[in-house]
């Protein structure tokens, strides 16, 4: 699928796990997740991709750049069906796509999908408190606080607070029929 004339997503696939390995071991970017993980080895990132290529619950891409390079992946997780909800989660790995509108374009790209394309009625985000980018690009695109868990998870010594966000696909169709080029 492509998204605009910067990224593209598609399934991912072996050669990206060398990219994948790399970025999922920077602590930049396990810090903005408020992950806690001992590593990874290439073998679980192999590991990853072949269980998201099975499951069903998810759906996963590679964000890749014009040169078909993995620059990170989003995807939409525990897809209930009979509820039309699903979790959307997104992470630029490669620090140097970061505040360029990439995260923006691709959440928008996958949400308008998971609406148009899959009729699902609800998308939710669960943001680290702190992940200040995440929040204002989810903000500008329409979702809503619904909860604050506090102190939800614990890591680096610290208990962090977690956002969980939403939005409707009736307030997501609204926006896009307000939204004017300028
Ligand atoms: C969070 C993330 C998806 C944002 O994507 P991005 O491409 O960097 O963000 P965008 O360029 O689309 O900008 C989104 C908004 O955040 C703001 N922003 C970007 N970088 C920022 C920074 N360092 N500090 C404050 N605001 C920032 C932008 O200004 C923009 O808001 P605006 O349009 O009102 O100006 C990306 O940085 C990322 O994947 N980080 C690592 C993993 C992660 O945090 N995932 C989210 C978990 S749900």
Redesign the pocket.
Known sequence: MLIDNSVQLRRPEPEDIEAMHRYRNDPR?TA??GMTSRGYARADIAEWIEFHRKNRDDLVWTIADLNDQCI?HCGLYKINSRNGVATI?????DVG?????????V?DGVVSYAFQQMNLRKIR????AS????L??FD?LGFKTEAILREYKYRNGQYLDFHILGVFRNEWEQRCEQWQPE
Not at 125 to 128: G, I, K, R, T
Request: net charge positive; with cysteine; hydrophobic share 45%.
């Open positions: 970017i903005t997740l990170g989660g997104i992470c630029i790995g796509f970061w505040g360029k509108g990439v995260g923006t374009t959440i985000a669960e943001v680290l992940n200040i980018s995440a204002k690009l500008k």
